[in-house]
Structure formats: C-alpha cells, structure tokens
C-alpha cells in the first residue's frame, strides 16, 4: 500500500467503515494518515481521581460501579456513572460523570466497564462531577496495546466513527504502508529527517520528545506549502503588465488642505507608499492595516483621487448596506467641491448626484490648481468617477469600464473570489484592501503574505478617550441612571445586544425584546431599534435621525459594528458581553471616541463566568487594537478572528499560528527563496514542492468553494 492507495477496495477496511471514512473526506490512505490527533493522553500513568475543582482537565481510568437514566424538567435527560479507582486507592473515593441529552452514551456504557474519561471536575455538594466528558470504553482484547500503556493518541471523531475506531484504522495503515511512498516535501535546510517516521510518531509516539520533532517536522511541511502557494501567487502578480494610475496629486492636495485637521505621520506615510505604487507599471496589492478610528477612509480617499485625476475611475466595496451610505454621504460631502462625481450602488439604492462631468485635462489641471469654481468640462455621459457600493458591484452590466483602482474596505468579510471580480473589471485596476481589525504579524504572513502592507499605528488628534468600565450585569440601574445623565447633557448612546430576538438555545439578552424597556427607563429620550432584519429604507431613515440627534439612543445588534460615525454619540452599553470576541468588543467600541467629548464604554457581563471576566478586563486595561487582536487570538484562534475560509487560507490541520511562529517565519524564508530562483517550480529536482503546493491548493479552494 502507498500514499495514494485508495481506501475503496482494501480488504482489511470493512465496506461500512469504507463509507463512513469517504463521508469523512477521506478516499486514499494519505487522507487517513494525514488525520492528525488534536491531542495526547499519556496513558502509561493516568492522574489520580480528582479531589476538588480544576480549571486543567484530567484524564483517570477507572470501572463503572453504576450507571441511570434521569429524566429531567421538560424532555431533556441526564445519563449519570459512578466510577471507582480500579487501582484501588482507598482514599480516591467516588467520580460522578454525567451526560446531558447524548442518547448514544446510553447505549454504551454499563456497569463493570472501564473508563477512560477526560474533562474538568467541579464540586458539586459532597460530589466531584465531570459534565459532559470525553469517553472512551476500554476492552480488554488484543488491540490494548494499542489504546493502553502508552501515549496515546485522540483524533477527531464523526458519526460512526470513533477515537477508538480512527486510531485502530491508523495504526492498521501505519503498519501497511510503503514507506518509500512518503517523500519529504520540504527541503532539507528546514528538516531532513524522514516524513514517514514523523507521521508514525505524531500519532504513536514512543515519547514526548519524538511527538515533539515529529510534530516539528509536519507543522513546517504545512507552513512551507502554505508560504509556496502564497510566493508563487506574488511572483505571478508581479509578471502580470499593469498601468500606471496617478496623477498629478493636486485633487488631493486640495482635499488635504479643506481638512479642518493634520494627517497623522502614518496616514501621510501610508499615502508615500499608495502613490508609489500607483505611478508603478505593477499591479498595486497593497493591505492598510490599521487600528479602529486610525484614519484609513481618508487614506484610501486620496488613493481615488490620484486615479481619478489620471483619468480612471476608482470603486470601494463595503460589506454593509449602512457601511456603503456613509461613505458614499461622507465621500460626497468632500468630493462635491472637488466636481468630482460619486455614485452609490447597493442592492437596493442607486444614488445619482447630478452629472458632475470629467474635465479636459490640461485646462481643469490649471483650474484645480487656481481653485476656480467654473472649471470647463468634458462630458462623459452616465459614468461616475467614484462609485461607492456593496456586493452589488460585482453583479449585473459592469459600470466600471474605466476602474484603475479597486478599494475594498474590511475585506475579511468578503470571499477571495469576490475579491478577484472585482478586480476583473476595468483597466488593469489597483487593489486597496483595508481592514480595521488588527492582526497578529504571524496571521498577517498567512492570509496577506502576497500584499505589500501599510500599518496606521497612529490615531488623529483631538479624538475623545474612550473610558471603559467593566461591571456585574446587575449593575444595570447604576448603568441606566449614568446614561440618563449624559443624553440629559446632550449626548447620544449605543445600546447593543448579542441577538435580535431572545432565544431557547442561549441564555442572553435580545435588542428587540429589551426595546420596550428602554423606551421606559429613558423616558422622554427618542429610542430606536436598528438590526439587519429592518429594511434598508427604514434603516437609512433610523440612521439619518441618529445623526441629526433626533433619536438620542440607538438600541442595536452588531449591523453597528463597521463604519458608524456619529461624532455626538459618546455612550455605549454592551450587555452579555461575555457573549462577544474580544475583537469584535472592540469594533464595537469604536463606534464612540469619534468626537471631542470624553466616551464611556460600559461592558455588563455575568461575573460568576471568571474566564468572561478575565477575557473583558483586557479590554477595561487597553484601547490599543493590536494588543487586543493578540489576547483575542490566543484565546479563540485566527478562525475566529477573521474566518479564514473567505480568507482563502487552507485549513490548518497541526500547526498552530499562534504557537509556531518561529516556524512560520523559517518556512517563508525558505519558500520565498525558492521561489525567486525558480518561479514556476519547472526543475525536476523541484517536482515534489509542486505536489505540496497542488495539495494545499485543493485543500484552500475546498473553503472558498
């Protein structure tokens, strides 16, 4: 048997589990032996049973004394085991396990078994309880060896499926297969040890410190495919022709000078390294990267310009309907005195400023630049020189005959193949993306390692500062009375909530049922309700009143997230804030600090759940975005953070971005290498990186298909 044997057709498989393993996605062996475990029990020594609480799981065998079924309130049931040291430590006493509403575990486990069980005990009464444990019934057969005195592996299990099952399929293939049918696919600089006996040891180690190297091992062969696919796709983005699209820069130097406030350094140097790429005859692939309220809008503005002024048209793409309208009002506003026509596009408004023509270049040159008012014009019928939509971009006759630069604002929040329509459009257009998530350098290697990157670590003068206040959720009439005080002075307010509407399956508050509420306690203060359920032309009419202040609180769900900019709104109250990531907390708060007042952030939380409590004082202790996207992503991973299957990032199967940084960084050196001294991988001594670069392409078109 080989690495691509398939599964389908191997006598020692049974046909059953044939079926069970394809609905897996596994179809040939290198599948199976590729299913790596997410964790390790050292099985030759399991922990003594548990005498109180902890917040690190144990792992103890032992033999089920007793095993019921409870019925509970309603038609939920609890399944409970008894489980006694069968090592017979008189003073370990009793461990109470217990299952909630998994009718499988019924069927399973009975009286005079052994368990393996993993999970965190508690104390409840006289009573140390694992709820909801990992399990794992151990029979005493001719496959111990294998799950027993050692350590062992736990993989991920499915339907059908078991630990158990996964690991004996593994071990049986380990033995079968050829070796020699297992190259290495990295150069040797980064590992020259064997694959093959990395894959036996990441899954039976013989200790913790071949699990280690082994590990090592397939953890740079994950990165290196990665950083491949990623150089590769830079070295054809930089052969591909491009035009150069600035001009001049006196539009923008006219914008810079009607700005009532000086751009900050990064801002102006972030601009540098924008221009220089338009005037290149490369195409621009450029992320601007910068923290909540850094000033990227205004950075990309002057992008658009330059390119407008060259004679070309320049679009932005927001993810939001309400993120879409304010640019388009604040884009207006700054470019109407400029005659330079801008135009919205969503799914469901197409906004037509009057026919704001192009000029004739030599005469309106001299014209800006005398700031004359009746500039002689050069009409072009029905084309915008900046259009501002939403996805509706993308779809029906394209309106962008003339695009040299393409703007996509938090770009996360759109597919790589979105990303990539827009770009088709047009002349050989630039691409601008920008995000105000701030993202740990390591991630920013992975998704973005084919952009150039441009940071804004600086924040605009004369922002207020945001105080954030953490307290017990019933601390609410304490909280209501502040707010109360504040709009009474003038101020408006953000009141979010984690749902629209409240729900059986999650304990926590909902912004339309808590409406009402609202309307009471702020009483004769105009509230209103705003989520994405409300109609675009109701939502639109919601926001104009907020910011005209005739609606001075605004009782929403997370649609406020991105791109709400009301300068007079200082206050925000999040309840069940333990509900939300710490990044998107902090996107949230950004909503406020846009004005001169001070802003108070008051985050209402369950303070029993210490890990909530923990994770929200970060945010109480920092206003900087980078230190919170690291703390986030510790915390919760950069699937979470940024959801990597629109990045367009494979699947991380063993490495971890946040832990193997240092190897991340050895296999992008390597790769880039490579890739500089042979762009196309056409040596035949490089065939095999072709193979690890076709595979992790297939597994990143898998999650963006």
């Known amino acids: 048997m080989d690495w691509e044997t398939p599964l389908k057709g191997l006598s020692w498989i049974p046909p059953q589990r044939i079926r069970q393993l394809e609905r897996f996605g596994m179809n040939i062996a290198g599948d199976l032996l590729s299913h790596f475990p997410r964790r390790w029990e050292d099985r030759n020594r399991f922990d003594h049973f548990p005498q109180g609480e902890s917040d690190t799981p144990v792992c103890v065998c032992g033999l089920v004394q007793s095993a019921s079924l409870r019925r509970l309130p309603g038609r939920a049931r609890m399944f409970e085991a008894t489980l006694v040291d069968e090592?017979?430590?008189?003073?370990?006493?009793?461990?109470t396990v217990r299952w909630f509403n998994l009718f499988w575990v019924e069927k399973v486990i009975a009286a005079g078994q052994r368990l393996v069980v993993f999970g965190k005990p508690k104390r409840r009464g006289?009573?140390?309880i694992i709820d909801q444990p990992e399990f794992e019934v151990v029979e005493d057969d001719n496959e111990t060896s294998i799950h027993l005195q050692r350590i062992t592996p736990i993989h991920r299990a499915t339907e059908g499926l078991s630990t158990k099952v996964i690991r004996w399929l593994i071990w049986e293939a380990l033995k079968r297969v050829n070796p020699a049918s297992i190259p290495n696919l990295i150069p040797p600089s980064l590992d020259s040890s064997p694959r093959a006996d990395a894959l036996r040891h990441i899954h039976f180690p013989d200790s913790f410190e071949t699990l280690s190297q082994a590990r090592r091992h397939l953890v740079l062969t994950e990165f290196f495919g990665i950083q491949l696919c990623i150089a590769t796709r830079r070295a054809e983005q930089m052969a591909k022709p491009g035009l150069a699209h600035a001009g001049a820069g006196l539009l923008m130097e006219r914008l810079h000078?009607?700005?009532?406030?000086?751009?900050?350094?990064?801002?102006?140097?972030?601009?540098?390294?924008?221009?220089?790429?338009?005037?290149?005859?490369?195409?621009?692939?450029?992320?601007?990267?910068?923290?909540?309220?850094?000033?990227?809008?205004?950075?990309a503005l002057s992008a658009m310009l330059l390119a407008v002024e060259a004679g070309f048209q320049a679009a932005l793409m927001a993810p939001t309907q309400i993120l879409a309208e304010q640019h388009y009002l604040n884009f207006e506003r700054l470019c109407t005195p400029l005659g330079i026509r801008v135009a919205l596009r969503?799914?469901?408004?197409?906004?037509?400023?009057?026919?704001?023509?192009?000029?004739?270049?030599?005469?309106?040159?001299?014209?800006?630049?005398?700031?004359?008012?009746?500039?002689?014009?050069?009409?072009?019928?029905?084309?915008?020189d900046i259009i501002i939509g939403t996805h509706a971009l993308l779809y029906g006759e394209s309106e962008l005959p003339r695009l040299g630069l393409a703007v996509i604002d938090e770009q996360h929040k759109f597919g790589?193949?979105?990303?990539?329509?827009?770009?088709?459009?047009?002349?050989?257009?630039?691409?601008?993306?920008?995000?105000?998530?701030?993202?740990?350098?390591?991630?920013?290697?992975?998704?973005?390692g084919d952009l150039d990157v441009?940071?804004?670590?600086?924040?605009?003068?004369g922002r207020g500062k945001i105080i954030t206040g953490l307290r017990d959720s019933s601390k609410l009439p304490d909280a209501v009375k502040f707010l109360s005080e504040q709009l009474d002075a003038g101020r408006q307010a953000y009141i979010v909530y984690p749902l629209i509407d409240a729900s059986e399956k999650m304990e926590s508050k909902a912004a339309a049922a808590e409406f009402e509420k609202w309307k009471t306690l702020l009483a004769p203060k105009t509230c209103a309700l705003l989520h994405g359920r409300i109609l675009p032309e109701e939502k639109d009419a919601i926001m104009e009143r907020f910011r005209k202040n005739e609606v001075h609180a605004l009782i929403a769900t997370t649609v406020i997230e991105v791109g709400i900019d009301v300068a007079n709104a200082n206050l925000m109250l999040i309840e069940n804030a333990e509900r939300f990531g710490l990044a998107q907390l902090h996107q949230l708060r950004g909503r406020i600090g846009r004005g001169a007042h001070k802003s108070y952030c008051i985050l209402l939380a369950d303070h029993s759940d210490l890990e909530a409590v923990a994770k929200l004082k970060?945010?109480?202790?920092?206003?900087n975005g980078f230190e919170i996207a690291e703390a986030d992503w510790q915390m919760r991973g950069p699937g979470d953070l940024l959801g990597t299957a629109q990045s367009g990032l494979p699947p991380i199967r063993i490495g971890n971005l946040v832990r193997d940084t240092e190897l991340m960084h050895q296999a992008r050196g390597a790769a880039f290498v490579l890739i500089e001294k042979d762009p196309t991988l056409s040596q035949p001594a490089h065939a095999i990186y072709r193979q690890l670069m076709g595979e992790t392409r297939r597994l990143e078109f898998s999650q963006v298909s």
């Not at 329509?421 to 998704?447: C, E, F, W």
């Open 257 to 299: 000078q009607s700005l009532p406030f000086p751009l900050t350094g990064a801002q102006s140097r972030a601009i540098t390294e924008i221009r220089a790429d338009l005037e290149s005859l490369r195409p621009m692939n450029r992320l601007l990267h910068g923290d909540v309220g850094a000033g990227k809008t205004l950075v």
């Open 87 to 95: 090592r017979g430590h008189l003073l370990a006493g009793h461990l």
């Open 416 to 448: 790589v193949l979105q990303r990539a329509k827009l770009r088709d459009q047009g002349q050989l257009p630039d691409m601008l993306v920008m995000t105000a998530t701030p993202i740990p350098r390591t991630l920013t290697m992975s998704l973005y």
């Open 346 to 384: 969503t799914g469901n408004r197409r906004e037509e400023s009057g026919p704001l023509p192009l000029f004739d270049p030599d005469v309106w040159q001299k014209a800006v630049v005398s700031g004359d008012p009746n500039r002689p014009a050069r009409p072009v019928e029905g084309e915008p």
């Open 454 to 461: 441009s940071v804004l670590d600086e924040l605009p003068k």
């Open 126 to 128: 006289r009573q140390i």
């Open 618 to 623: 970060i945010l109480e202790n920092t206003s």
